[in-house]
């Protein structure tokens, strides 16, 4: 069945179906205007941030720059060597018999003749007696020879004897004086052996352990057959040897034709710090090593209270390079650029230069500068972070001064090596 529907409601049923489609129309307009609005604002912020940074550029770094340390610096070449004792002797008994006597402790000082063993010399001193009465038996037979010559020697005319006899005669003479000769002969020899019962030190030094105790049997053969007994090694003065370069060679050859005085080192021990052990070279070898071009060198150095044992390792440092003027900067002021060295210095318009850098030694926390700058350089020696080649920086005036305490790049196990080990210095006097 149908009803009569008015215009007034039929008008009212279309307008709430049209509604829905209206009010989602309007919040699409509405979400464009938001994300236009938020754009909007962006390049707004954008723009005026950069203008905000073109207005007020970054300051330049501050750096302190200084101009290099000129010294006069002592230049040394390291090496490493050996003690080694000045004298050292075997000590071997020279006659034969068994150990009664022993006089020193293991490992003391002996001087030289101290008594060290006793052989026994029971033996020899009877040897001794015997050939003292052999003498005795000559020079009798002697006085009876000379006794007998003299008596027909002055005889003449019918009382004289024949020349024959008295040539009989007088060659008995000499016989029997040689024959006195011989026992005298014996007598120092068997003297000698007595006195070589005693085993007495041959020079002063310290002397190893014994390697045969009283009671054993010990060999006097001569040569090296006979019993080794103990050594001895003199280390006082003792000695340094090490193998050194053909410069070093011509070097000490050109100086001794010059009169001048032996070259002087100075000696470490692995456990030291300084340089605490002085001498100087007093010897070089006759030729130089085909293989290696070394020579041995040998430096003497006084050992009076016996520390300095043989076999021991040191480093020792030659004064070879002299005094010389020297350009020392900071070691942290020395950068890498990859195969080089580089400083970097300030010019007067306060823009950053690397410049390339021959190295030399460290000394006292200062690395010598060989090429490479000059002495009006200022060189950076503060925030190199900031310092950047080719940027404008501000500066400060700084200082470089030497550090006493700082520990020689030779001597300490961690430091940075950046020259050769061989090149060490100190600052002159």
Same mark, same amino acid.
């Given at each position: 069945?149908? &009803?009569? #529907?008015? !215009?007034?409601?039929?008008? $009212? /049923?279309? =307008? %709430? +179906?049209?509604?829905?489609?209206?009010?989602?129309?309007?919040?699409?307009?509405?979400?464009?205007?938001?994300?236009?609005?938020?754009?909007?604002?962006?390049?707004?912020?954008?723009?005026?941030?950069?203008?905000?940074?073109?207005?007020?550029?970054?300051?330049?770094?501050?750096?302190?720059?200084?101009?290099?340390?000129?010294?006069?610096?002592?230049?040394?070449?390291?090496?490493?060597?050996?003690?080694?004792?000045?004298?050292?002797?075997?000590?071997?008994?020279?006659?034969?018999?068994?150990?009664?006597?022993?006089?020193?402790?293991?490992?003391?000082?002996?001087?030289?003749?101290?008594?060290? &063993?006793? #052989?026994? !010399?029971?033996?020899?001193? $009877? /040897?001794? =007696? %015997? +050939?003292?009465?052999?003498?005795?038996?000559?020079?009798?037979?002697?006085?009876?020879?000379?006794?007998?010559?003299?008596?027909?020697?002055?005889?003449?005319?019918?009382?004289?004897?024949?020349?024959?006899?008295?040539?009989?005669?007088?060659?008995?003479?000499?016989?029997?004086?040689?024959?006195?000769?011989?026992?005298?002969?014996?007598?120092?020899?068997?003297?000698?052996?007595?006195?070589?019962?005693?085993?007495?030190?041959?020079?002063?030094?310290?002397?190893?352990?014994?390697?045969?105790?009283?009671?054993?049997?010990?060999?006097?053969?001569?040569?090296?057959?006979?019993?080794?007994?103990?050594?001895?090694?003199?280390?006082?003065?003792?000695?340094?040897?090490?193998?050194?370069?053909?410069?070093?060679?011509?070097?000490?050859?050109?100086?001794?034709?010059?009169?001048?005085?032996?070259?002087?080192?100075?000696?470490?021990?692995?456990?030291?710090?300084?340089?605490?052990?002085?001498?100087?070279?007093?010897?070089?070898?006759?030729?130089?090593?085909?293989?290696?071009?070394?020579?041995?060198?040998?430096?003497?150095?006084?050992?009076?209270?016996?520390?300095?044992?043989?076999?021991?390792?040191?480093?020792?440092?030659?004064?070879?390079?002299?005094?010389?003027?020297?350009?020392?900067?900071?070691?942290?002021?020395?950068?890498?650029?990859?195969?080089?060295?580089?400083?970097?210095?300030?010019?007067?318009?306060?823009?950053?230069?690397?410049?390339?850098?021959?190295?030399?030694?460290?000394?006292?926390?200062?690395?010598?500068?060989?090429?490479?700058?000059?002495?009006?350089?200022?060189?950076?020696?503060?925030?190199?972070?900031?310092?950047?080649?080719?940027?404008?920086?501000?500066?400060?005036?700084?200082?470089?001064?030497?550090?006493?305490?700082?520990?020689?790049?030779?001597?300490?196990?961690?430091?940075?090596?950046?020259?050769?080990?061989?090149?060490?210095?100190?600052?002159?006097?």
């Amino acid at each position: 069945m149908n &009803f009569p #529907v008015s !215009p007034e409601t039929l008008a $009212a /049923a279309q =307008a %709430e +179906a049209e509604l829905p489609r209206t009010r989602s129309r309007r919040g699409r307009q509405a979400a464009v205007a938001a994300i236009a609005l938020i754009a909007v604002a962006g390049i707004g912020w954008k723009t005026l941030h950069h203008s905000e940074a073109d207005a007020a550029p970054m300051a330049p770094a501050v750096v302190q720059a200084a101009t290099p340390l000129i010294r006069d610096v002592t230049e040394w070449d390291d090496y490493v060597g050996r003690f080694a004792p000045s004298k050292s002797v075997e000590v071997r008994p020279r006659v034969s018999g068994a150990i009664t006597q022993l006089f020193f402790k293991d490992g003391d000082f002996v001087r030289e003749g101290q008594p060290l &063993f006793t #052989v026994d !010399p029971r033996p020899y001193r $009877a /040897a001794l =007696a %015997e +050939a003292q009465a052999e003498v005795a038996s000559a020079q009798s037979a002697l006085v009876l020879a000379k006794s007998d010559y003299n008596r027909v020697a002055g005889l003449t005319g019918d009382e004289a004897m024949a020349a024959s006899e008295v040539d009989q005669l007088r060659a008995k003479v000499r016989a029997a004086t040689a024959a006195l000769a011989g026992a005298e002969a014996r007598v120092r020899q068997r003297a000698l052996d007595v006195e070589f019962a005693t085993v007495r030190a041959p020079i002063s030094g310290r002397i190893s352990d014994r390697r045969v105790d009283v009671g054993n049997l010990v060999s006097g053969e001569n040569g090296t057959g006979a019993t080794l007994l103990t050594t001895i090694n003199a280390v006082s003065p003792i000695y340094f040897t090490f193998d050194a370069s053909e410069a070093l060679f011509l070097k000490t050859q050109r100086e001794k034709a010059e009169h001048k005085d032996a070259a002087n080192v100075q000696v470490r021990l692995q456990d030291e710090v300084q340089y605490r052990w002085n001498g100087k070279l007093d010897f070089t070898d006759n030729g130089l090593d085909p293989r290696s071009g070394t020579i041995r060198v040998r430096a003497v150095l006084d050992n009076a209270d016996g520390f300095l044992t043989p076999g021991m390792f040191g480093n020792m440092r030659l004064a070879e390079g002299g005094t010389v003027k020297a350009m020392l900067v900071p070691d942290d002021a020395v950068q890498s650029d990859q195969a080089r060295k580089v400083v970097l210095t300030v010019g007067k318009d306060g823009v950053v230069a690397a410049k390339p850098v021959e190295l030399g030694p460290l000394v006292d926390g200062l690395r010598v500068i060989r090429s490479g700058l000059a002495s009006s350089d200022r060189v950076v020696i503060s925030n190199y972070q900031a310092a950047i080649a080719g940027a404008k920086v501000n500066t400060r005036r700084g200082q470089i001064a030497a550090e006493p305490k700082a520990v020689n790049a030779a001597a300490s196990p961690n430091a940075d090596l950046r020259a050769p080990v061989a090149a060490q210095a100190t600052l002159a006097n």
